[in-house]
């Protein structure tokens, strides 16, 4: 069995091409306004909150439009209710469909940590584009993740490095920040999520709010990434 029947055995492999003659990384041609899409998962908003400023962060460059998705809830009602997991506000709609991913030109996906890697929220989503990964449907498109932990070494870096992975299989380009942030990465007086991977919070027992560092790192993510994506469609 392949990802998501995506795997075609020997005898029943097409000859035709996908879409590799025509476009083969995926890379939009015209001046259109681009659009990075921010998936994310949050059980308890802190990867939202970061999410919502990345956003802001996007829209300060000119033509680049963020748009906010949630990767869909696998959890029932009832245990949402048991783990006291607040409503989520639906303005912020799902991804209704793998396919719907196709649409973007850059991605900037974030979640929060489960013991070191991304919340099964997050990887359910990824296990469903088995049928774009079939046609490299989101090759070359570049993609950024962004985290929560609860704590310090709970799993800020482990949690976007595991993520790679997905990205490899997808062709999709990996775009760390870096240190390119500035002195902010550096600062010791603070505790501060986010790292050279992308930005972070930490959650601490939940009651934690993201700081202002943590937030500007989020913003700068955003803003970075768009910078990118428009280098990468118009040179
Ligand atoms: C099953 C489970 C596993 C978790 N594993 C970790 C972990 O390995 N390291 C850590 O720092 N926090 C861990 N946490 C805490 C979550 O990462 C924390 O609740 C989350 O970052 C909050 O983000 P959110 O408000 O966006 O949901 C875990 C939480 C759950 C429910």
Redesign the pocket.
Known sequence: MGKGGGCVSSKNKSSKSSNSSKNPINVPSSTKNLKIFIV???????????SRRMKKGIETVEGVEGVLYRAPETMSEDVLVK?Q?PLKDDSIPEISSPSDLVDADGFLF????????M?AQMKALFDSTGNLWKEQKLAGKPAGFF??????????ET?AWTAITQLAHHGMLFVPIGYTFGAGMFDMDTVRGGSPYGAG???GD?SREATEAELAVAEYQGKYMATIVKKLVHG
């Not at 974030?110 to 890697?117: A, E, S, V, Y």
């Not at 985290?147 to 800020?156: A, C, E, I, K, N």
């Open positions: 994310f998962y949050s059980m308890y908003g802190h990867v939202e909150n970061l783990i997991a974030g979640f929060p940590t489960r013991f070191g890697c919340a985290v929560s932990s609860g704590s310090q070494g709970g799993g800020q949690t919070v930490f959650a939940g």
